[in-house]
């Protein structure tokens, strides 16, 4: 994938997952209920280009979910690890998001972003994303 000097991202491979998810408990605003071992693999299994890292000097810094359903790209679970933030490891994430996204044929993309996560919600406008006030999440947990 994407270089941007010593910043580099590609696909999460199933060696990663152990240290995807320790990554997640200092970086990511909280887990979700699919934030294990088995969720994420099978994440990777299912679509071995979803997950993508950021790496700086062979250290984690980032990760995104990019996932397609071959009719909508939603992206999840963007985190950055805070000594990393506002160095351009979200923007290079989502950018490799994007990239996947335009291969597959991908024509709009969706983020789930916490309401009470402003220091997210600073990231995604930045990189041209906002909320649509007519849109709401539904969920039910399975």
């Known amino acids: ?62 990760t995104v979910i990019a996932g397609f359903d071959g009719w909508r790209c939603h992206l999840y679970r963007l985190a950055v690890h805070p000594e990393q933030r506002r160095q351009g490891v979200g923007g290079a994430l989502l950018a490799a998001a994007e990239e996947r996204f335009a291969t597959l044929g991908g024509r709009r993309a969706d983020a789930m972003v916490l309401d009470r996560n402003d220091l997210a919600h600073h990231a995604w406008r930045a990189a041209g994303y906002g909320p649509e006030p007519q849109w709401s999440r539904w969920v039910k947990h399975l």
């Open 1 to 62: 994938m994407a270089a941007m000097n010593d910043l580099s991202t590609r696909s999460a491979t199933a060696a990663d997952l152990d240290r995807v998810l320790a990554f997640r408990k200092v970086s990511a605003e909280g887990t979700s209920i699919s934030d294990d071992g088995d969720g994420v693999a099978r994440l990777v299994e299912r679509d071995p280009d979803a997950l993508i890292l950021a790496e700086r000097d062979g250290e984690l810094v980032g």
